[in-house]
């Protein structure tokens, strides 16, 4: 079965000036980013059966303007707090446990980690992920359980300001 992957990284966040990392927010060009993404992907024919975002406040808020502007429902989105602060081997099992009936799904996260993630997919060059930027893979005949290393074929990569 096809299936079809997007790799989203959370959009513009504020600078730490002493909160935790996890709490850290989107900054005004980031929620306004994101929206110009959203109207992106909607030409795009954007719709994930499932948005898996990790748990940090920047994320969290880039799932939500970025639904707001696709007028998907919120119940897309899953929060798994083993999104932030992920290895390679834990966003693979996150992929590998999917239920084979969802056949495209998003992933919100950080970088560096959703940048190897799409070139450990895919074995493509992708470089720095911008912020609110947007690696999308397809896998063809391929079941979630079965997507590995290099399984992946490298669609496309995208953000707003580029």
Not at 68 to 86: G, I
Not at 94 to 116: Q, R, S, Y
Request: hydrophobic residues 35%; contains cysteine.
């Amino acid at each position: 079965m096809n299936k079809k992957l997007h790799l989203i990284r959370h959009s513009y966040a504020e600078d730490p000036n002493g909160k935790k990392d996890i709490d850290r927010s989107l900054t005004l060009e980031g929620q306004s980013t994101v929206r110009a993404l959203g109207r992106h992907l909607i030409n795009n024919q954007f719709n994930p059966d499932k948005i898996i975002c990790s748990t940090a406040v920047r994320t969290r808020e880039t799932a939500l303007n970025l639904i707001e502007e696709l007028e998907m429902n919120e119940r897309v989105v899953e929060y798994k707090e083993v999104v932030y602060n992920a290895s390679l081997r834990e966003l693979l099992a996150v992929l590998n446990e999917l239920p084979e009936d969802h056949k495209e799904i998003a992933i919100i996260g950080h970088n560096p980690t959703i940048t190897f993630f799409g070139e450990y997919l895919s074995n493509a060059i992708i470089g720095n992920m911008s912020p609110a930027g947007v690696v999308t893979i397809k896998f063809e005949k391929l079941n979630w359980n079965e997507v590995s290393q290099g399984s992946g074929i490298f669609d496309n990569y995208y953000h707003p300001n580029h």
